[in-house]
Antibody, heavy 123, light 111 residues
Framework: QVQLVQSGAEVKKPGASVKISCKTSGYSFTNYTIHWVRQAPGQTFEGMGWINTDNGNTRYSQKLQGRVTITRDTSSTTAYMELSSLRSEDTAMYYC????????????????WGQGTMVTVSS | EIVMTQSPLSLPVTPGEPASISCRASQSLLQSNGHNYLAWYLQKPGRSPQLLMVLGSHRASGVPDRFSGSGAGIDFTLTISRVEAEDVGVYYCMQAIQVPTFGQGTRLEIK
């Protein structure tokens, strides 16, 4: 069965970086785009960007451009999201999610989600 | 950025009664292929969201047929024909023509 399993909760100081992993299994990794979404406490979701897991091409939100980097390791079928220059407003639950349809589609809807990784930014 | 606006934000419903949630986008979600790139999700407490509808009106795999979606362009609606206790949670619409943005969420509760 399809699974996306994320790394554990993180506590970071302002100005630091965080890197979250998303280990996938149960399907052909390079056939489906992986997206990253975050949800601040009590807020709605915010799309952060995505990665074409086949060729590594990425697209980021304008708001986070320059601070977010999404990568993947095809050998371990794992995607990563790194966010730098952390500030208190980055405190949120971070999710990876699989695009519904496989290549060449890259953005339709998200059918499988990771369990979420809580990132807390506090001095 | 496309702004997604949902209403109502809170929806108390009696079991067995219908419920509807509206979602309006700040620009059209209709693509040149004729599809509207609008998805609906339900997030139950403490859980990751689950996909309900794709392309505005297509139920995702395993979603009960009491859920239906309609709309095109900028206005969309999610309808539950007969609400059940398991339907409680927060419903979100999401546009999928740019980096995704979501509505504020509609909290459905049982009266």
């Amino acid at each position: 069965q399809v699974q996306l399993v994320q790394s554990g909760a993180e506590v970071k100081k302002p100005g630091a970086s965080v890197k979250i992993s998303c280990k996938t299994s149960g399907y052909s990794f390079t056939n489906y785009t992986i997206h990253w979404v975050r949800q601040a406490p009590g807020q709605t979701f915010e799309g952060m960007g995505w990665i074409n897991t086949d060729n590594g091409n990425t697209r980021y939100s304008q708001k986070l451009q320059g601070r977010v980097t999404i990568t993947r390791d095809t050998s371990s079928t794992t995607a990563y999201m790194e966010l730098s220059s952390l500030r208190s407003e980055d405190t949120a639950m971070y999710y990876c999610a699989r695009n519904l349809w496989g290549s060449p589609a890259f953005l339709d809807a998200f059918d499988f989600w990771g369990q979420g990784t809580m990132v807390t930014v506090s001095s | 950025e496309i702004v997604m606006t949902q209403s109502p934000l809170s929806l108390p419903v009696t079991p067995g009664e219908p419920a509807s949630i509206s979602c309006r986008a700040s620009q059209s979600l209709l693509q040149s292929n004729g599809h509207n790139y609008l998805a609906w999700y339900l997030q139950k407490p403490g859980r990751s969201p689950q996909l309900l509808m794709v392309l505005g009106s297509h139920r995702a795999s395993g979603v009960p047929d009491r859920f239906s979606g309609s709309g095109a362009g900028i206005d969309f609606t999610l309808t539950i024909s007969r609400v059940e206790a398991e339907d409680v949670g927060v419903y979100y619409c999401m546009q999928a023509i740019q980096v995704p943005t979501f509505g504020q969420g509609t909290r459905l509760e049982i009266k």
